[in-house]
């Protein structure tokens, strides 16, 4: 069966501080692969996803940037944090085509 | 951007009673799925609804989906305090790959 791992749980980080948040999928081959943030009690905001190895498509500019080196490794990484990158990060996986997304137990980041 | 927005934001009722949460959405898509989240976990996927399905059954869930009017319904019969979450309504469009999730209602079953 699938799984998906994501780490850290937690993380606190200064600002200005680099980051950089791992994302792995096992049991299956060239899924998309996704990562959102959700500020407290809010949504999900979609930040970048990627249909397969060293493509990316991003959706919101902002200091993150994401990198898939490998077919089921997600990579969330900023060269210098801003207070504003606080929340909750999301990693998540689907299999090519239209089924639904299989998330991981997220990331709640602080930045202080 | 947000595709879709969940209403009401939140939803309190008492065990037993019936649970709806609406879903309306901006473009086009090709399905509409919708998700659980317990607080400070991942979310869990519920049900898949196509572009050209009207409604859908799996359990205790019921999806509604009209394109003509971008909005869709999410009925939880006999609720249980365990159905206290979170749920939220994710569309794609532009293509499979995509997909955005709307702003969530927050469900409280009380016991």
């Known amino acids: 069966s699938q799984t998906i791992h994501q780490w850290p749980a937690t993380l606190v980080q200064p600002v200005g501080s680099p980051l950089s948040l791992e994302c792995t999928v096992e049991?299956?081959?060239?899924?998309?692969l996704y990562w959102y943030r959700q500020a407290a009690g809010r949504g999900l905001q979609l930040l970048f996803y990627s249909v397969g190895i060293g493509q990316i498509s991003s959706e919101v500019p902002q200091n993150l940037s994401a990198s898939r080196p490998q077919d089921r490794q997600f990579i969330l990484s900023s060269k210098k944090l801003l207070l504003s990158d606080s929340g909750f990060y999301l990693c998540?996986?689907?299999?090519?085509?239209?089924?639904?997304?299989?998330f991981g137990n997220g990331t709640r980041l602080t930045v202080t | 951007s947000q595709q879709g927005e969940e209403d009401p934001q939140a939803l309190s009722i008492q065990e037993g009673e019936n649970a709806t949460m609406n879903c309306s959405y901006k473009?086009?898509?090709?399905?509409l799925q919708w998700y659980r989240q317990n607080s400070g976990r991942g979310l869990v996927h519920l049900i898949l609804?196509?572009?050209?399905?009207r409604e859908k059954h799996s359990g205790r869930l019921r999806v509604t989906l009209d394109t003509s009017k971008k909005s869709s319904s999410l009925l939880i019969t006999a609720s249980r305090a365990a159905d206290t979450a979170s749920y939220f309504c994710a569309t794609d469009s532009g293509g499979y790959q995509k997909v955005t999730f709307g702003t969530g209602t927050k469900l409280q079953v009380i016991p």
């Open positions: 473009t086009s898509i090709n399905n």
């Open positions: 049991g299956t081959s060239n899924p998309n």
């Open positions: 609804i196509r572009s050209n399905e």
């Open positions: 998540a996986w689907s299999p090519q085509g239209d089924s639904p997304l299989h």
